[in-house]
């Protein structure tokens, strides 16, 4: 019979052992949180490493995921699809066992966590999931999302803002199926935490409503035990359970201290561990009698079966419900999306109405929702100016469930959350604030990108157009740098249409994140007809050619209205300009040659038109063209005031044409 | 005799008046806090109008921004230089008084506010200021930095995740002299916070170490004041006054609720509010005894002139400390800074030394550092890796006061706090970060951009350089995007020279931040003559030239090396081609169109070399030329393995080079 110690220590083992095979990574906390581990994996975490997808699996998210090899080696242990052979790859160039844990790459890795303090916060959102979605599916008697979301984090954690944001929110929830593991350990980077972290944490937790465990030894598995029982006996707030732990516990010479949180051991206190650990097998060498007392092949498989029983039962007495319910977590759209679609675009095109396009956004949400019940939306404080809220709207949180999330001012606790609710499955989330505040919740629009999730991100006030509120509020070069991300699709549409189908794509997507930038001022309908309507799609197209046109003009959003202006006083001087919108440079750039050589004829000078930083479109421009941009802050006045002294005029553009025919 | 009510409605109806009249803005707050304002500005703060910018001067700091016109009513009623035509301007282009407050358009904003939560974080900056200037300065008997810093925040900046950084450091640092006064109304815009904020903030506050007054009713003048003396008498830890008030007090059909915060009240509204106040003054029109009782000047007059004296008999004791205090405060370098920088700059370019940027950057600060007691260092926790510490580094929080602050896991509140010591005075900051994580920072750079301040922001490990940490935490455009942050500027230098040059301009700059960008890995030493050592400071300039070249090669840090080699590759190849180092693009586009056009002949065709998001240096190549750049994540390998796997070898920069011939 295997003993505790022994499971801790193969953990201990493998963590340290393929740190110092990699000559990089952090063996601390894998080591000081292996006991733990034992206590949550071996006893209470509800998975089934056979199938990592099964959707009433537990969630488990390593918060502090530099010590990733906790994971792995948890993952390989329990019997993952991750073998010896991929933890020897640990940090190695298209192995599943990258430096931090990143999600698609092995099983069971339920998100990508290294940026401190966005684990627990999506861990927020998987638990807010699991309790929205049970308030829409359960039935008495049947209850077929019943799992629980558990964390690791660290002092890191704990010092980011966003754990503030996340934790806040987790407790207004209620959400008591969250349980969080405190690795206090006392120690971060630059040393003993005591000189930059002196948060009585267990009473700042206590004052957002959670259950708080203290003073729990996190090397004694029964005390740990102990502490999940009373977690689970919870039912009113989420736990935290505060571990006190030893850094690195197992290296006798180096553990406790800040030198084993983020560089390999070396060989010789690897080998002075084995001996006082009493661990006698050789790096990567696993005692079978291991293996079985991790293995959770057996009682993974049971429960999924129990499960998937139950589930039958669900189907036999709802039988639309189930069918919906897998849809949803299977993450497809319903089966006649694609007309419904399309005729909601053609309504809207139908209308042809004059609206600030934060409105006409929120006429598609009131268009496609209905059709959508995975649509969660949510602002950070500002829904009734972003305006997410559509008639549908129902607090996710009031006592009989909803489809919006009222975040409170947490842009970045918000963001996070998302990328955790589309994560565990279920949802397509939306939510929104200034585009300015798109910088606070930054990172985690980067992560959703990264992760290939598809969330859809809100932004309002995209511009200038904002007025008198001023500098602070009003984008320069946000949407630029937005452009910038990786696998990020950036809509900036110019009327009710484009609106629409921004979207459209945007709830399409299923390889990354989209964000929807709006205006708050009002912003001409364009007729289109049916060709142009369809070519919204490809990111950019031809919204008013010229024949014999000497130059195209190139221009988004709230500056399409100029574009076509200049165009017609250009035409007065007889210089014919073609006038492309171009929505989505992203999107664009993907046509093909082809295409982009249809739209931008490479013989003719164009000139580039937006409320933003210019330096995006020299990619479009050259360094012959020209753009009508913005490469300085904003002031407060009215926004009328404001475009017209920042060169935003007929008379510039086409001034600025001329200067490079 | 006027009442405190008379002075607390003079502020609630120039705001309810100057919001309608600009037809925007923010009643709600101004009215609500109007009688906290008379308790601290008419009996506490110590300031004198007349010299907005004295040293010794009480800072006070707005968080709840939105609230422009409580601060504007109290400057113009105090007797500062702002006239009431200005207050009739509220929200107009080129005036005083900007939608928020706009650091350095009217006197007296201490700094700019509006994105929450950042104005306490500045606050707690300007607090620990003055404690560490007066480690320095103060003597027995010579308390001649001795003032208090008094915040007014909301809802909103407690919901903010950076409240958390700055207000657990607070506590930490014992910054005594800071008092906060929490505008708790219950209210904030998407309706009663009970759905989204549900904190024990007082609670929340006592975890973090602060003193807290419960239950003070916002309303009542005395017991605001009672409060205040609470707040001087403790001398351990900041206090947190926590004001009940009802948003929009003085509106009686308004008031309380969410309609109040954010849009004018409209004329019925406004009439009612001067009949329910009693008020039956014109909209803009003072009684002179109301201004008696509010002004300042006199007794501003004489704080400044009693602490005048005792400067003088400081002086009279400590000459040198005297003017070096006035040195440290009027923000100027030593007299005899440049040569001693250009000295330091020529020894690192005789040392010749191949080291990575990382340390190169600290080799500088140990260089400079000795010469300015004004630089005030730093780390979110990563000091032993963005070796930010140097052998002059004290902590700033010990006993005896030092020039280093250990922020701990905290980069948007370390940036925030930064702004905070350089607005006070007497402190360059530098603090540092992995690069990745300048965007949890995000828009903390914005601002201080946006204020035309000049905080130093070190940023490490800045590329897929970074190894096997993996693409969380390796930067692939976040140089392009600190490059888009109006008056940012960004330098990424190549070897330990440039690094040196770099931080000397840094250091000179005073009309706006830098980003400083180092490797983690090591650069070789390029050689240059003194005329390439001087040009450095141009941003870009010829780094190796060749007759008659055919091309031009621009590249940046890491990738100056491999410029070198495909030059080399390229000449056995007789294709002769410049190499351009552009270390600040920025600073390269102010240098005129001769010294650009010098750098980069029109005639040439252009490759820039740099392992981040391409787009960027379209600006430079246009569509003729070429970018060797990243623009998808990355992965976590070993650096070097990286660099070959996505191309930055000689092969492909030689292949990319002729593509373009």
């Known amino acids: ?109 339920e998100t990508t966590t290294g940026p401190l303090g966005q684990g627990i916060t999506n861990a927020v959102g998987m638990a807010l999931a699991e309790k929205v979605l049970g308030k829409s599916f359960n039935r008495p008697g049947h209850d077929i999302v019943d799992h629980r979301t558990w964390v690791f984090l660290g002092d890191g954690c704990l010092m980011e803002g966003i754990s503030h944001e996340a934790c806040s929110l ?52 029964d005390a740990v035990l102990k502490a999940i029982d009373a977690a689970r006996a919870e039912t009113g707030k989420p736990t935290l359970i505060c571990c006190k732990t030893v850094i690195g516990m197992g290296a006798p010479n180096k553990q406790g201290g800040h030198n084993v949180h983020g560089a390999p051991l070396g060989a010789t206190e690897i080998a002075a561990a084995r001996e006082f650990l009493g661990w006698p097998h050789a790096p990567f060498e696993i005692p079978a009698d291991i293996y079985a007392g991790w293995s959770a092949r057996d009682s993974g498989n049971a429960a999924e079966a129990d499960w998937t029983a139950r589930f039958n039962a669900y189907r036999a007495a709802y039988p639309a419900l189930a069918d919906e319910f897998e849809r949803r977590i299977g993450g497809k759209l319903p089966a006649d999306w694609a007309a419904f679609a399309a005729d909601v675009v053609a309504q809207i095109a139908a209308k042809g109405e004059t609206l600030a396009t934060r409105k006409a956004s929120q006429n598609a949400i009131e268009a496609f929702a209905p059709k959508l019940p995975e649509l969660l939306g949510g602002s950070a404080d500002l829904a009734s100016s972003n305006l997410t809220l559509w008639s549908g709207s ?65 932004f309002t006030h995209d511009s200038i157009g904002l007025g008198e509120d001023g500098p602070t509020h009003q984008p320069v070069e946000q949407v630029a740098t937005l452009r910038l991300i990786p696998n990020m699709d950036t809509w900036r549409p110019c009327d009710t249409v484009e609106s629409a189908v921004s979207w459209q794509a945007a709830i399409e997507r299923n390889d990354g994140p989209s964000t929807l930038i709006f205006s708050r001022q009002n912003l001409p309908f364009i007729p289109r007809d049916a060709g142009q309507v369809a070519a919204i799609r490809r990111g950019g197209y031809v919204l008013r050619d010229a024949d014999n046109a000497r130059a195209v003009l190139i221009a988004t959003g709230s500056e399409i209205e100029l574009a076509l202006k200049a165009q017609t006083a250009l035409a007065g001087q007889g210089i014919p300009v073609r006038v492309v919108s171009m929505p989505s440079t992203s999107v664009f750039d993907r046509q093909g040659k082809d295409w982009i050589a249809s739209v931008l004829p490479k013989a003719l000078p164009r000139v580039a038109i937006e409320a933003g930083h210019p330096d995006g479109w020299r990619k479009y421009v050259g360094l012959d063209g020209a753009v009508v941009g913005l490469d300085h802050f904003g002031e407060s006045a009215p926004a009328k005031v404001l475009f017209e002294t920042f060169g935003f005029t007929v008379d510039n553009v086409v001034a600025t044409v001329k200067s490079v025919l």
């Open 1 to 109: 019979m295997v003993t505790r110690k022994e499971l801790a220590d193969a953990v201990r083992v493998l963590s340290m052992d393929a740190v110092q095979q990699a000559n990089s990574g952090h063996p601390g906390m894998p080591m000081g949180m292996a006991d733990i581990a034992v206590a949550l994996w071996k006893h209470h975490l509800k998975h089934n490493p056979a199938n990592p997808k099964w959707a009433d699996r537990d969630r488990f998210v390593l918060s502090n995921g530099h010590g990733s090899m906790l994971l792995y080696s948890l993952l390989h242990l329990t019997g993952y699809d991750l073998s010896i052979d991929d933890l020897k790859q640990f940090r190695q160039l298209h192995s599943k066992t990258p430096g931090h844990p990143e999600y698609g790459y092995a099983p069971g890795i």
């Open 394 to 458: 129902k607090d996710a949180n009031s006592a009989e469930g909803g489809n919006y999330v009222y975040y409170g001012v947490r842009e970045f606790g918000m963001a996070a959350i998302m990328n955790g609710l589309y994560l565990h499955g279920g949802f397509k989330p939306y939510g929104a604030t200034f585009l300015m505040f798109s910088e606070y919740a930054r990172n985690a629009l980067r992560m959703a990108a990264l992760m290939k999730i598809s969330p859809i991100f809100v």
């Open 170 to 221: 987790a407790g207004t929830w209620g959400l008591s199926k969250l349980t969080a593991f405190w690795d206090d350990n006392g120690i971060s980077i630059d040393g003993d935490v005591e000189g930059w972290f002196t948060d009585d944490t267990p009473k700042r937790f206590e004052a957002y409503g959670w259950h708080v465990i203290r003073n729990v030894d996190g090397h004694d598995v």
